[in-house]
């Protein structure tokens, strides 16, 4: 559904000044160039040895000197915030590089000396449709998300789950598994995608959360990649369940949820999503008065997105939008009746 590699957009005088105001902008080492000067790379292999689509990536010593106190300085920032001693018992045990994102990314894995405890974040390129992604995702979905940017450098907390491709396959089958729990959450994160405009919920681009509770098991869809917010042409490309790549999930949801219930859940996160909408709504306006305001797509994918949504809607309110933040902002407003 999606052919070519989407076109990166800088982040604009006006998006920085929202970043700064809302502590997203920190004077934090810029690494990312440094980080594209690797001298080898292996494919990396899952705890299962399979292979994977990320490479681990090494360095001459005298670059990794330089990296390695610079990135553990970023993750104490990430984490913490603020000047801190507290990151010189952290190493850095393993660098991996994605050739296959839009944003190029670079997985840290970062471990304390003291306990080999490890966590992961991310160093990717600085792009504004990823971040504004990530904004709408803070603001209007149920999970809060930890990002810090500086220059071209894009700082992103690992969000933690299983593999939405890996979960299909393993676990959808399994017989213990609550098919109308998982049914119910993934109706629910197709509509929370749809109404603020994120496009590409492959199964790779999402993860499932999954919690066990006193009696059953909670499951959470989360996406994990957001280089497709407010970008694509076509208005199936903002619907999960029309990916190839979910047709087991889409086929168990409409085999165990009737059309009243989805209804009842499609309403349910229509509600909840207008509660949040209103308690943030000062960051909500600042956030879309900004992207109204920014070319994120090429013109002729505005129009056809609007007519798109308007035949959707049966509506003509999409009409006059110009940009993608303007499409944005209205679909929003249409959808949760703001």
Partial sequence: MISRRKIKYTVSPTLRQYLYHFDRLRDIPLVYDDLTRFAGSMPYEDPRGKETLWLSVYYPQELMLELRPKLTKIYAELKIGGESDLHEHLTVDRIDFGEFGNSRPFRIRITNLYNDNSDYFYVKQADASRIYGLELEHILSPNRINYLVNGNTLIEEHIAGVPGDVFLKDHLPRPELNKVRIAKEFTKFNERCFIRLLGDMRSVNYVVD?????????????????????????????????????????????????????????AEEHAQMTRRAKVEGSRLKALLGVMRREELAPREHVASLAADLAKYHHTDIFRDCQTMGELTAAHVAHMLEL
């Fill in 210 to 266: 999954i919690t066990p509770d006193f009696e059953e098991i909670q499951y959470r869809v989360r996406p994990i990649d957001f280089d497709q917010q407010s970008y694509e042409r076509r208005g199936k490309i903002y619907l999960a369940y029309r990916f190839d790549s979910n047709k087991s999930i889409t086929k168990l949801a409409f085999d165990v949820l009737n059309r009243k219930t989805i209804d009842q859940y499609v």
